[in-house]
C-alpha cells in the first residue's frame, strides 16, 4: 500500500487562457482504489486523460514507476481505461472488442481468443461471446468493456465514471464487481466520479477536486467526517456548516460566536485566533433532536420547513429564529417518537467532539 | 379518420404523378428500343429486338462503354479515397480557417458544369494532359470527391469520438487505429460512395465532352449519333446507361440506408 505507483509533481492543464487543472501534487499508490470526485468540470477527467495520455500536462511532470510519462504516446502506455461512453466497438463482436488490445500489441490469434475467453468467463458474459455490441443490454456492455481493459493486464486500470449510464440497481451490483475484482486482482484503480456514493462505497481513498485544485485526499470517513475546508463540506453534504468569529480559545476547546449562537468546538490542526472568523461543521446524521431544551452548551431551537424520506433514513430540514438552515439525519423509525409536523418547533443539540473546524483559507 | 384517408388518398396519387413525370420519358424511351419503327410514334410497331442487335454490333459503342467502365471504376477509387481523407482531416483535426478549408472543398458541383469542363479542358491541355482517358478520370475525380467526402462524413458524425482514443489507449497507434477502427467503422459509407461516384462518373456528359478527346465515353457517343440522325440505337444505349446507373444508386442507397438502421440500433 504504501510504494508510489504514480506520482503527479506539480501538473497543471492549461486550454488556451483556461486553466483547467491548477497544481496537482498527489500520489497513487500501489494497489489501491482510488477515486477522484468532484463536480463537473472540476478537471477530474482532465487529471484522468493525462494519466493515459490523451492530454499532456502544460507544467509539471506525471512518474509512472519512476518513469516521466509527459512524452510517452498514447499507445505506449500500458493504462487502459474504462469509458463513460464505453466506447466499445459497434462493428465487433463482444470477443473481438476484448481481443482488440491484445491485437494491437501483436499477440498470436490463438492467445488473444483464449484470453479474451477467459475474461469474459469472469465477467459472466462468455455466452454473448459472438453477440454485436448492440444486442446488448447496458449491463452485459459494462461487463465487456471492464474486460477489454483488465484482458490486458495492467498496473494500474483508469475508470472515468463507468457506471453513470447504469440504472441505480445495476450500479450497485458494478460496484460489489469493481471492489471484489481490484482486490482478488491487487491492481491499481483509479475511478473519477461526481458520485459520492460511489467514491465513497468502493474507494480507499478519495480526491476531492474542485475548480481545478485538490480540496482534500483522505479515506471516506476522514473525508466525511472532517472536512478540510467549506468547499469539501458543501461538495460532500448532509452537513451543517456555521460560521462566526473565535471568542475563546482553551487549549484542546474553543468557543466561536456565530449568529445562531456560541458554541463551543473542540480543536484540531486548523490555527484559531481570538476574534478571528472561523468556521465549523457538524454531520447531519451527528445531531440530536428533543422536544426538552438539552443541557449542554451546544444547542439551537429551530422550526422544521420540510422532511426527506431516502428508505429507512429521514433528512430533516430545518431554521432558527436567524433564517439558517440545519439538516438532520436519523432514522425513520427514532424519529416517528417525536410525532413531528412542518412549523414545530424543536431543540437541536450535538456532541462537542462532532463538531470539526474547517480551514478557512 | 375518414378525412385522413382521403387526404393519403389525394397524397398517394400526388406521389404516383410524381414518379409518372420523372420515370415515363425513360420507360417511353425504353419502349421504343424494343420498337421496330425508326421514328418513335404511335401506333407502335412490331416488338423488335433490331436496335439493340446493332448497337452490339457496333465496335465504336464497346469501345465507349469499356471506356465509360475504366473511367467510372478509377473516379470511384480516387474520389472515394479524397473524400475519405478531407472527411476524416474535418473529423479528427480543428484548425484556423476549417470553414473555408470545407467549403472550398465542397465547391465542384456547385459550378456550372460546362464552365467546369471548359476549365478543365483549357487546364488539362496547357499541361498536356487533355484527350486522354486519364483527364477524363482526373476531372470525374475533382467533381465527384465531394460526394464521397460528404457521405463518409455523415457517418463519421456518428462516430463516438472516444472511439479512436479507445483504440489508442488499448495500444493502437494512429495507424493501426485507422486500419481497424476508423476505416471499419466507415464501411458502409465507403461503399456507399464507390456506388454513388461511380454512379455520377457512369453518366455524366458535359465535362468528358471536353476533355475526352477521341476517347469517348457512352453519353458522348449517345450524342454523336444523336447529333447525325434520329437513331432508335440511341433508346438501346440509353436503357442500358439508365439500368446501370440505377443499379449503382440503389446499391449505394442500400448502404446507406444499412448503415442508418445499424446507427439507430446503438
Redesign the interface.
Known sequence: MSKPLVIFDKVQKHFGSFVAVKGLDFEIHQGEFLAIMGPSGCGKTTTLRML???EEPSVGEIRLNGRVMNDV?????D???V???L?L????TARENVE??L???GVSKAERKQRAIKWLDKMGILEFENRH??TLSGGQRQRVALA??LV?EPQILLLDEPLSALDAHLVIRMQAVLTDLQRELGITFVYVTHSQSEAFAMADRVIIMGKGEIGQIGTPKEIYRAPANRFVAEFVGRNNILAGKVKSVDGRAAEITTPSGIFTVPTNEVQLLEGHSASFVISADLMHIATEEPLGTNKVFCKLISEEFVGSMVTLFLEDAQGHEFKVQMQERELSKFDLHSGDEIWLSWDVQSAHVLNES | MKQSQTLNFILGIYVVMIFAFVFAPIIFSMVFSFNSQRFPTIPLGEFSTEWYEKVLADPDIWKAARNSLIVSFSTALIATFLGFCTAYSDFRYNFRFKGPYLALILLPPTIPLIIMALAMLAWLSKIGMSGQLYSIIIAHSVLTAPFAMAVIRLRLNQMDPDLESAAWNLGGSEWKTMRYVIVPFCKPAIFSSLFLTAAVSFDEFAVSWFVSGLNSTLPVVVLEIVQGNIDPQVNAIGTFVFLTSMTLVVLAQLFFASRQIKGMQS
Open positions: 493515459a495520455g490523451l504516446a498514447p499507445h505506449e502506455r493504462t487502459p481505461l469509458w463513460q461512453s466506447a466497438f459497434p462493428f465487433l482488440f488490445g491485437k494491437m500489441r455490441i448492440s477489454r481493459s490486458m
